[in-house]
C-alpha cells in the first residue's frame, strides 16, 4: 500500500481490493495439482519403476 492522496490535510491511504472467492480456489486447485502430480514423479523416480495406473472402478 502506498499514499493515494491528501484531503483536507490528511493522509489518505490506498486500500488493495481482496482477490475474490473463485480467484482463491482456482489458486487452491492449481497448488493441489502440482502437489498430486510432484507426489507421482517423486514416487516414480524413487521406485525406478514404470507408472502403473489405478484402475478404474466401474
Same mark, same amino acid.
Given at each position: 500500500?502506498?499514499? =493515494?492522496? *491528501?484531503?483536507?490535510?490528511?493522509?489518505? %491511504? +490506498?486500500?488493495?481490493?481482496? /482477490?475474490?472467492?473463485?480467484? =482463491?480456489? *482456482?489458486?487452491?486447485?492449481?497448488?493441489? %495439482? +502440482?502437489?498430486?502430480?510432484? /507426489?507421482?514423479?517423486?514416487?516414480?523416480?524413487?521406485?525406478?519403476?514404470?507408472?502403473?495406473? +489405478?484402475?478404474?472402478?466401474?
Amino acid at each position: 500500500m502506498g499514499f =493515494d492522496e *491528501v484531503v483536507d490535510g490528511e493522509i489518505v %491511504l +490506498a486500500v488493495e481490493q481482496p /482477490r475474490t472467492a473463485p480467484d =482463491d480456489l *482456482v489458486l487452491l486447485a492449481t497448488v493441489a %495439482l +502440482a502437489n498430486k502430480n510432484a /507426489r507421482i514423479i517423486w514416487a516414480i523416480l524413487s521406485k525406478g519403476q514404470d507408472y502403473q495406473p +489405478a484402475e478404474a472402478y466401474t
